[in-house]
């Protein structure tokens, strides 16, 4: 197999003194769809805009090892990081309006994105900015070109982000919460537009998301985040039908499941009682101790190691055998 596009290996992030996010490891190859899953706070968006070392100010990375397209991103200089920055990876953010400047038609906005890595001017830049809109599913992109972002509607504004991130062909999508703040009609055209656009342009994608029916529809495989650590990863169908880690069950038993009130049967949906740990405090064991039905005095003094219980998944929970799941 080649190279992965992309490989973060013992990635720790720290906001002051603290670690937000301890010794992260994953990799992403061309063409493929990786989700970064977990609860607000989890670290998954550090962990991508880190990627591309777009963290705010305040937040340093502490050590570790991220090389994209064959680029050691926390070595590169400013020239590195610009060929990097939209040229081999387009972002997608999670809320457009903000992302978006007010005071700029979407076609201006999108038109900078080109001409940052792109020698083009007038009619030809005009082109190629259509060329995207059209490409990011824009209706009547021609009339909407000049518009301002206030003008369009959620979903619109979504695909006018989309289309700046495509605009230099890029070879990697990092998409933070793409679907969160729309209706679910709209993220279903979202969703099929991005599948539909992994066809045609071939781009890897990154989805950082805290919704599981998302990464069913999108994703090929799962990385799982609590508390800033990675507690789980494996294919997406392996993780749905055998989730190793508790917290990962707490996830998949929380989720509504469409026909379920037809059946009969109890439709109450499972909780994940208590809160996440405050990451201020140091935590000797396993991060999810405190929420866990199964933990032991072993889980609270001890921290379980990231071990491969199945090919190609791999959990970091004392009692998650390779032989089977814990009863859920």
């Given at each position: 197999?080649?190279?992965?596009?992309?490989?973060?290996?013992?990635?720790?992030?720290?906001?002051?003194?603290?670690?937000?996010?301890?010794?992260?490891?994953?990799?992403l190859?061309r063409?493929?769809?990786?989700?970064?899953v977990?609860?607000?706070?989890?670290?998954?968006?550090?962990?991508?805009?880190?990627?591309l070392?777009?963290?705010?100010?305040?937040?340093?990375?502490?050590?570790?090892?991220?090389?994209?397209?064959?680029?050691d991103?926390?070595?590169a200089d400013?020239?590195?990081?610009?060929?990097?920055?939209?040229?081999?990876?387009?972002?997608?953010?999670?809320?457009?309006?903000?992302s978006?400047?007010?005071?700029?038609?979407?076609?201006?906005?999108?038109?900078?994105?080109?001409?940052?890595?792109?020698?083009?001017?007038?009619?030809?830049?005009?082109?190629?900015?259509?060329?995207?809109?059209?490409?990011?599913?824009?209706?009547?992109?021609?009339?909407?070109?000049?518009?301002?972002?206030?003008?369009?509607s959620?979903?619109?504004?979504?695909?006018?982000?989309?289309?700046?991130?495509?605009?230099?062909?890029?070879?990697?999508?990092?998409?933070?919460?793409?679907?969160?703040?729309?209706?679910?009609?709209?993220?279903?055209?979202?969703?099929?537009?991005?599948?539909?656009?992994?066809?045609?342009?071939?781009a890897?994608?990154?989805?950082?998301?805290?919704?599981?029916?998302v990464?069913?529809?999108?994703?090929?495989?799962?990385?799982?985040?609590?508390?800033?650590?990675?507690?789980?990863?494996?294919?997406?169908?392996?993780?749905?039908?055998?989730?190793?880690h508790?917290?990962?069950q707490?996830?998949?038993?929380?989720?509504p499941?469409?026909?379920?009130?037809?059946?009969?049967?109890?439709?109450?949906?499972?909780?994940?009682?208590?809160?996440?740990?405050?990451?201020?405090?140091?935590?000797?064991?396993?991060?999810?101790?405190?929420?866990?039905?199964?933990?032991?005095?072993?889980?609270?003094?001890?921290?379980?190691a990231?071990?491969?219980?199945?090919?190609g998944?791999?959990?970091?929970?004392?009692?998650?055998?390779?032989?089977?799941?814990?009863?859920?």
């Open positions: 197999m080649s190279a992965p596009l992309l490989r973060v290996e013992d990635l720790t992030i720290a906001f002051g003194p603290r670690p937000v996010v301890r010794n992260l490891s994953f990799s190859h063409g493929e769809t990786l989700a970064l977990g609860e607000s706070g989890s670290g998954k968006s550090l962990s991508a805009l880190s990627t070392r777009l963290l705010p100010p305040a937040a340093r990375i502490l050590s570790g090892r991220i090389a994209l397209d064959g680029t991103v926390l070595a400013d020239r590195a990081l610009q060929r990097l920055r939209g040229g081999v990876a387009g972002m997608i953010f999670q809320e457009p309006m903000t978006l400047n007010p005071l700029h038609g979407i076609g201006r906005q999108v038109g900078e994105a080109v001409t940052l890595h792109r020698p083009l001017a007038g009619a030809a830049l005009r082109a190629r900015v259509l060329e995207l809109l059209r490409l990011a599913g824009l209706p009547r992109a021609e009339e909407r070109i000049a518009a301002y972002p206030h003008q369009l959620g979903g619109q504004r979504q695909r006018v982000m989309i289309a700046a991130a495509l605009a230099n062909d890029p070879k990697l999508l990092i998409a933070d919460e793409p679907t969160t703040a729309l209706d679910v009609t709209i993220q279903a055209q979202i969703l099929e537009l991005m599948r539909d656009l992994k066809h045609r342009v071939g890897a994608i990154v989805l950082i998301t805290h919704d599981l029916g990464v069913a529809e999108v994703a090929e495989r799962v990385v799982v985040m609590y508390a800033g650590r990675k507690v789980e990863e494996a294919p997406v169908g392996q993780l749905f039908r055998t989730p190793r508790p917290y990962t707490g996830l998949l038993g929380s989720m499941r469409l026909g379920s009130s037809l059946t009969g049967t109890e439709t109450r949906l499972a909780e994940i009682p208590g809160l996440v740990p405050s990451l201020k405090q140091k935590i000797p064991g396993c991060v999810f101790a405190s929420r866990c039905p199964h933990a032991t005095d072993l889980c609270r003094q001890v921290a379980p990231l071990e491969l219980k199945a090919p998944h791999i959990a970091a929970c004392h009692y998650a055998t390779k032989e089977g799941a814990i009863a859920a």
